[in-house]
Nanobody
Framework: QVQLVESGGGLVQAGDSLRLSCAAS????????MGWFRQAPGKEREFVAG????????YYGDSVKGRFTISRDNGKSTVYLQMNSLKPEDTAVYYC???????????WGQGTQVAVSS
Protein backbone atom coordinates (compact mmCIF):
# COMPACT_ATOMS: atom_id res chain seq x y z
CA GLN A 1 0.00 0.00 0.00
CA VAL A 2 1.18 3.50 -0.85
CA GLN A 3 -0.16 6.64 0.79
CA LEU A 4 0.02 9.89 -1.17
CA VAL A 5 -0.50 13.41 0.18
CA GLU A 6 -0.57 16.42 -2.13
CA SER A 7 0.13 20.01 -1.12
CA GLY A 8 0.90 23.37 -2.67
CA GLY A 9 -2.39 24.27 -4.28
CA GLY A 10 -3.94 27.70 -4.00
CA LEU A 11 -5.43 30.71 -5.73
CA VAL A 12 -3.20 32.53 -8.20
CA GLN A 13 -3.55 34.91 -11.11
CA ALA A 14 -3.10 34.03 -14.75
CA GLY A 15 0.58 33.96 -15.65
CA ASP A 16 1.69 33.01 -12.14
CA SER A 17 3.50 29.85 -11.10
CA LEU A 18 2.83 27.17 -8.50
CA ARG A 19 4.67 24.06 -7.41
CA LEU A 20 2.68 21.10 -6.21
CA SER A 21 4.22 18.41 -4.05
CA CYS A 22 3.15 14.85 -3.40
CA ALA A 23 4.70 13.02 -0.49
CA ALA A 24 4.57 9.23 -0.57
CA SER A 25 4.85 6.73 2.23
CA UNK A 26 4.32 3.04 2.81
CA UNK A 27 6.50 1.39 0.19
CA UNK A 28 9.80 1.96 -1.62
CA UNK A 29 9.10 5.14 -3.54
CA UNK A 30 11.64 4.47 -6.28
CA UNK A 31 9.74 1.31 -7.26
CA UNK A 32 6.77 3.32 -8.49
CA UNK A 33 6.05 5.37 -11.57
CA MET A 34 4.34 8.59 -10.53
CA GLY A 35 1.88 10.81 -12.30
CA TRP A 36 -0.28 13.90 -11.95
CA PHE A 37 -3.89 14.19 -13.03
CA ARG A 38 -6.49 16.91 -12.69
CA GLN A 39 -10.25 17.21 -12.71
CA ALA A 40 -12.19 20.39 -13.27
CA PRO A 41 -15.85 20.74 -12.25
CA GLY A 42 -18.10 18.96 -14.69
CA LYS A 43 -15.20 17.48 -16.62
CA GLU A 44 -13.51 14.10 -16.77
CA ARG A 45 -10.22 13.46 -15.07
CA GLU A 46 -7.32 14.49 -17.32
CA PHE A 47 -3.75 13.24 -17.45
CA VAL A 48 -1.28 16.05 -16.78
CA ALA A 49 2.19 14.57 -16.46
CA GLY A 50 3.92 11.36 -15.50
CA UNK A 51 6.98 9.16 -15.65
CA UNK A 52 7.03 6.20 -17.98
CA UNK A 53 7.37 2.84 -16.26
CA UNK A 54 10.01 1.74 -18.75
CA UNK A 55 12.98 4.09 -18.74
CA UNK A 56 11.43 6.63 -16.39
CA UNK A 57 11.24 9.50 -18.88
CA UNK A 58 8.67 12.23 -18.35
CA TYR A 59 5.72 12.83 -20.62
CA TYR A 60 2.93 15.40 -20.60
CA GLY A 61 -0.61 16.06 -21.63
CA ASP A 62 -0.93 18.31 -24.68
CA SER A 63 -2.56 21.12 -22.74
CA VAL A 64 0.42 21.58 -20.38
CA LYS A 65 3.41 20.83 -22.59
CA GLY A 66 6.04 23.52 -22.32
CA ARG A 67 4.48 25.01 -19.19
CA PHE A 68 4.52 22.22 -16.58
CA THR A 69 7.43 20.11 -15.40
CA ILE A 70 7.27 16.92 -13.37
CA SER A 71 10.19 15.89 -11.20
CA ARG A 72 10.88 13.51 -8.35
CA ASP A 73 13.21 13.25 -5.39
CA ASN A 74 13.52 9.61 -4.40
CA GLY A 75 15.44 10.54 -1.27
CA LYS A 76 12.44 12.52 -0.06
CA SER A 77 9.85 10.16 -1.55
CA THR A 78 8.27 13.17 -3.21
CA VAL A 79 7.11 14.03 -6.70
CA TYR A 80 6.66 17.62 -7.81
CA LEU A 81 4.71 19.45 -10.48
CA GLN A 82 6.09 22.85 -11.39
CA MET A 83 3.38 24.84 -13.12
CA ASN A 84 4.33 27.99 -14.98
CA SER A 85 2.32 30.44 -17.08
CA LEU A 86 -0.87 29.31 -15.45
CA LYS A 87 -4.15 29.87 -17.25
CA PRO A 88 -7.73 30.00 -15.96
CA GLU A 89 -8.35 26.69 -17.74
CA ASP A 90 -5.77 25.07 -15.46
CA THR A 91 -8.22 25.47 -12.59
CA ALA A 92 -8.93 22.01 -11.18
CA VAL A 93 -8.29 19.61 -8.35
CA TYR A 94 -4.87 18.08 -8.91
CA TYR A 95 -4.17 14.50 -7.89
CA CYS A 96 -0.96 12.55 -7.77
CA UNK A 97 -0.99 8.84 -8.44
CA UNK A 98 1.38 5.88 -8.32
CA UNK A 99 1.64 2.60 -10.17
CA UNK A 100 3.92 -0.32 -9.52
CA UNK A 101 4.11 -1.53 -13.11
CA UNK A 102 3.13 -0.73 -16.67
CA UNK A 103 -0.52 -0.77 -15.75
CA UNK A 104 -3.23 1.49 -14.41
CA UNK A 105 -2.46 3.83 -11.53
CA UNK A 106 -3.44 2.02 -8.36
CA UNK A 107 -2.84 4.60 -5.66
CA TRP A 108 -4.24 8.12 -5.47
CA GLY A 109 -3.91 11.12 -3.19
CA GLN A 110 -6.79 13.18 -1.88
CA GLY A 111 -6.13 16.08 -4.24
CA THR A 112 -5.18 19.73 -3.92
CA GLN A 113 -7.19 22.61 -5.38
CA VAL A 114 -5.64 24.99 -7.89
CA ALA A 115 -7.62 28.05 -8.94
CA VAL A 116 -6.35 30.50 -11.55
CA SER A 117 -8.11 33.84 -11.91
CA SER A 118 -8.05 35.87 -15.09
Amino acid sequence: QVQLVESGGGLVQAGDSLRLSCAASGRTFSNYAMGWFRQAPGKEREFVAGFRWSGGSAYYGDSVKGRFTISRDNGKSTVYLQMNSLKPEDTAVYYCAARGGNSAYAYWGQGTQVAVSS
